[in-house]
């Protein structure tokens, strides 16, 4: 049996409904297992679990040989994710797929990297198998932007090589429905690296209307995004992370996806056009986004 964590968030969506179509009957972790019920219907199991509560994991994991952890970008991330493993440890799981972020590294000079990092390196200290997924920049982060006509970045002319959710949903599901391809770590990119210039030509050429890229300083970007809502340390990690695009950081295009789900990842014109045919898809996206952690969540 399957458990998934996260199962409401962007990626996690994607994957119960791959795993459900896939014949396999995954068992829901959740806090709220009414709202999740009628998110996911009778396909699937639901089972109470709070990850700050410890207490609640053993019966949740009860039965449970894989487990697909994802949670939010938040401070409490690494001991959530901590809280996760002991129990899967404990509960006798035998593979657990994480997913993770782009050069996730105790050491990387963005926080949530090391955070991530940070469990990384304490599930390959376990007994457990392990996969840890790493996708860049979502292209899911770019919805609310084009909707609005006006792409906002501080990460100037460097190329991002990005890459769908809905991908890296399917190559989570072709681990956790065949475990022997654990035990690595796959990058998971889109099939391109493309500019936020390239971006906003692609949505006018494809779009009912015109979209700019507007460029501004990763200080304004540090700004908007503490107008949203986010935590002071992440916030200050998108702006750093702006920067490191427009270095370069995540220009690399890897064959991963492909690796793992036996197709290509989808272009990012063909992700334009299914958002730009869905537009309701964009409603409350925060708008200087640019990491696969938020979209993840």
Same mark, same amino acid.
């Given at each position: 049996?399957?458990?998934?964590?996260?199962?409401?968030?962007?990626?996690?969506?994607?994957?119960?409904?791959?795993?459900?179509?896939?014949?396999?009957?995954?068992? #829901? $972790? *959740?806090?709220?297992? %009414?709202?999740? @019920?009628?998110?996911?219907?009778? +396909?699937?199991?639901?089972?109470?679990? !709070?990850?700050?509560?410890?207490?609640?994991?053993?019966?949740?994991?009860?039965?449970?040989?894989?487990?697909?952890?994802?949670?939010?970008?938040?401070?409490?991330?690494?001991?959530?994710?901590?809280?996760?493993?002991?129990?899967?440890?404990?509960?006798?799981?035998?593979?657990?797929?994480?997913?993770?972020?782009?050069?996730?590294?105790?050491?990387?000079?963005?926080?949530?990297?090391?955070?991530?990092?940070?469990?990384?390196?304490?599930?390959?200290?376990?007994?457990?198998?392990?996969?840890?997924?790493?996708?860049?920049?979502?292209?899911?982060?770019?919805?609310?932007?084009?909707?609005?006509?006006?792409?906002?970045?501080?990460?100037?002319?460097?190329?991002?090589?990005?890459?769908?959710?809905?991908?890296?949903?399917?190559?989570?599901?072709? #681990? $956790? *429905?065949?475990?022997? %391809?654990?035990? @690595?770590?796959?990058?998971?990119? +889109?099939?391109?690296?493309?500019?936020? !210039?390239?971006?906003?030509?692609?949505?006018?050429?494809?779009?009912?209307?015109?979209?700019?890229?507007?460029?501004?300083?990763?200080?304004?970007?540090?700004?908007?995004?503490?107008?949203?809502?986010?935590?002071?340390?992440?916030?200050?990690?998108?702006?750093?992370?702006?920067?490191?695009?427009?270095?370069?950081?995540?220009?690399?295009?890897?064959?991963?996806?492909?690796?793992?789900?036996?197709?290509?990842?989808?272009?990012?014109?063909?992700?334009?056009?299914?958002?730009?045919?869905?537009?309701?898809?964009?409603?409350?996206?925060?708008?200087?986004?640019?990491?696969?952690?938020?979209?993840?969540?």
């Amino acid at each position: 049996m399957i458990a998934v964590t996260g199962a409401t968030g962007t990626v996690g969506r994607e994957l119960v409904r791959l795993l459900v179509e896939q014949g396999e009957r995954p068992r #829901v $972790l *959740t806090r709220d297992v %009414s709202l999740t @019920r009628r998110v996911f219907g009778a +396909g699937v199991d639901y089972a109470y679990a !709070d990850l700050d509560r410890p207490d609640t994991l053993p019966a949740a994991l009860a039965g449970a040989e894989r487990v697909f952890l994802l949670t939010p970008a938040t401070s409490r991330q690494p001991a959530r994710e901590q809280h996760l493993v002991a129990a899967a440890v404990t509960a006798g799981v035998g593979h657990i797929v994480k997913t993770s972020v782009f050069r996730a590294d105790e050491t990387s000079p963005l926080g949530i990297a090391r955070q991530h990092g940070q469990t990384e390196e304490l599930i390959a200290r376990t007994r457990l198998d392990w996969t840890f997924l790493r996708p860049v920049f979502f292209m899911q982060n770019l919805t609310g932007q084009v909707l609005n006509g006006e792409i906002v970045s501080a990460a100037g002319a460097g190329r991002v090589a990005m890459v769908d959710a809905r991908d890296v949903a399917a190559a989570a599901a072709a #681990v $956790l *429905t065949n475990p022997a %391809s654990g035990g @690595r770590v796959y990058t998971l990119t +889109g099939p391109q690296a493309v500019t936020f !210039d390239e971006v906003a030509e692609l949505v006018s050429s494809i779009g009912a209307a015109d979209c700019v890229h507007r460029q501004v300083a990763p200080q304004q970007v540090r700004d908007a995004m503490l107008r949203s809502g986010a935590e002071r340390w992440f916030a200050s990690d998108m702006a750093r992370l702006h920067t490191m695009l427009a270095e370069g950081y995540e220009e690399a295009v890897t064959s991963d996806v492909s690796w793992l789900t036996g197709r290509r990842g989808r272009r990012l014109s063909a992700f334009l056009e299914d958002m730009l045919a869905t537009p309701e898809t964009g409603r409350g996206t925060r708008q200087f986004v640019a990491s696969g952690a938020r979209a993840a969540s």
